[in-house]
């Protein structure tokens, strides 16, 4: 795993993810034709402070709000719309959350801005409701980040995370250092295990299911299995799921497919985050 640049990016790649991205575009659109939804809804003043609800009516026994991939420096919630359908049927209300992207801001300001987020989503939701965090890739450090923020220091004591759904997760960010990735992240080795929540777990923890595709990089594998080993270490609860035949973003593919295996293992960590 020397080669971080093949690891992290070139080796994560295939030829089939142009097509792929826009299967992904052609469902967002059919999610927001057939959904009860409201798109773009602000909770900051930044252009890109903005997440689009997914209504799962009175019925609804959670709130998940989800994060998009992107190494923190690209993509949009609108591709990802597709993911909202099949979370509402499982009784979530759902909120795809943008933020600003570097190098405009630092990752630190990233995570910061998201934080903001949670406040202006609950507030659209009964305050009884527990709160799910999920995302994938950069979506699931921002993920893991929320599920590690003192929301009662902020205010809020009743928005403590209640479960994790983290795809294709990066938890250390020190190998990105060495990457080209870091021309707009700007990270150094400090900064980098500032955000990592790989060093930042604690006792008490929500629950996790790190999941990442069996066809990906070793690396990129390695980031889900040691998050959950630390995890599990401090005694909290985990799940670690490799999905047979998936890659990086074809994990998402799975994500909504009928009785799927991922499938399956988002059903068993809802069940525990919501009962």
């Not at 599920?147 to 209640?162: C, E, S, Y």
Request: charged share 20%; with cysteine; proline share 7%.
């Amino acid at each position: 795993m020397d080669d971080v640049e093949f690891q992290y990016l070139t080796g994560q790649a295939r030829p089939g993810f142009p097509a792929l991205f826009e299967e992904f575009e052609r469902r967002s659109a059919d999610a927001v034709r057939d959904g009860a939804c409201e798109l773009d809804l602000r909770y900051g003043a930044a252009k890109r402070c903005t997440f689009d609800f997914f209504d799962a009516g009175p019925a609804a026994r959670g709130v998940l709000i989800y994060l998009h991939a992107g190494y923190w420096q690209r993509r949009d919630k609108a591709g990802f719309r597709f993911i909202a359908p099949a979370l509402v049927r499982r009784g979530l209300h759902v909120a795809m959350v943008n933020y600003p992207l570097c190098p405009t801001v630092s990752l630190a300001a990233l995570t910061e801005t998201v934080r903001a987020a949670v406040p202006a989503v609950l507030g659209r939701v009964d305050a009884a409701l527990p709160l799910v965090t999920a995302g994938h890739s950069a979506g699931g450090h921002l993920a893991m980040e929320m599920a590690l923020t003192d929301w009662t220091a902020r205010g809020l004591p009743m928005a403590t995370v209640a479960g994790v759904i983290a795809l294709s997760g990066l938890y250390d960010l020190a190998p990105l250092v060495q990457t080209s990735l870091n021309e707009n992240l700007r990270l150094d080795a400090a900064s980098a295990a500032d955000a990592s929540p790989l060093y930042r777990a604690a006792p008490d923890g929500p629950p996790l299911l790190l999941a990442a595709g069996a066809d990906e990089t070793p690396a990129m594998r390695e980031q889900s299995r040691r998050m959950h080993e630390v995890w599990l270490a401090m005694g909290n609860p985990s799940v670690l799921h490799l999905e047979p035949g998936a890659d990086h973003f074809s994990l998402l593919q799975r994500l909504v497919a009928p009785r799927s295996a991922l499938g399956r293992q988002v059903d068993l960590l809802l069940d525990r985050a919501l009962d």
